[in-house]
């Protein structure tokens, strides 16, 4: 079977993106927008480029298939080969052919992230973070990509159901990532947000609130005069010693013994607090 090297040079071009990620984010942020020029805006930019995508060799089948199948990018600075002996000559032109198609699918990467990221209408301190999740998302590979890279328009929706308090969206979406290995990369920028996201916290007092010793058989007595649910302490307790440890009767003993009956603690400051003894303030 013939080499597909216009998927090869798909696939090369994603892998730039990969190799210069941080880089990217960080145009995006800073400027509002990717550079796409990989020559001079990006550090070893050039000689990865060549490196990775001109500097290969090929006989002269495969640089003829090559040349076949990439003809709307074929190389025509005949200078580039000048001397070479014709089957060198032909193996040199592929190698740049190559190189163009490969270049030609980082231009389209960079404009397709460009575009996602200029349609992003949410928050300013949320588009950061928008920004940092999509160029990463966009290293899936093209043919793993949904409805032709449809996940942007979820990444923006995930993200404005977070800013306003809502995750629902995000157990379904890392459903999704899971197939593509990117759950991951997901997880850790929401991290980042719920980190940084500043949440109020709305604390409301239901002053109708129902009397657990209305139902289910529990019965609130104090050993203060002034409660109208006063007992005296001496139906309860047998003794208190000088460290002030309880001994109860036999029946009261039994039933703390079972988790029929618990000590309390009372508190008082406006209102009044019943909580289990030890747990309250």
Known sequence: MAEDYRRNAESDAWETCHEFLDDMIEQAIDNGAISNDLLNDYGNGDSYHHESHV??????????????????????????????????????????????????????CVDNMNNTINNYYGSDRLKKLYITVRVRLNNIAPDERVNGGAEAGLVAALLDGVEKGDLSGVPIYCDWLEEFGQRERLMLELRKIW??????????????????????????????????NYEHPDNYISSVNQYNEISPKINVLSKLRNNLAFWLSYYEHGQSRWSLMGEGP
């Open 55 to 108: 500097d290969k060799d090929y006989d002269l089948q495969e640089a003829a298939e090559l040349l076949d199948q990439l003809d709307d990018y074929e190389e025509t600075d005949t200078g580039l080969w000048e001397g070479q002996e014709p089957r060198r000559a032909i193996a040199t032109q592929a190698a740049f052919t190559y190189g163009s198609a490969v270049y030609s699918a980082w231009l389209d």
């Open 195 to 228: 980190v940084d996201k500043k949440w109020t916290l709305h604390i409301g007092h239901d002053f109708d609130t129902e009397n657990p010793c209305d139902y289910g058989g529990w019965k609130i007595v104090s050993f203060g005069r002034k409660h109208c």
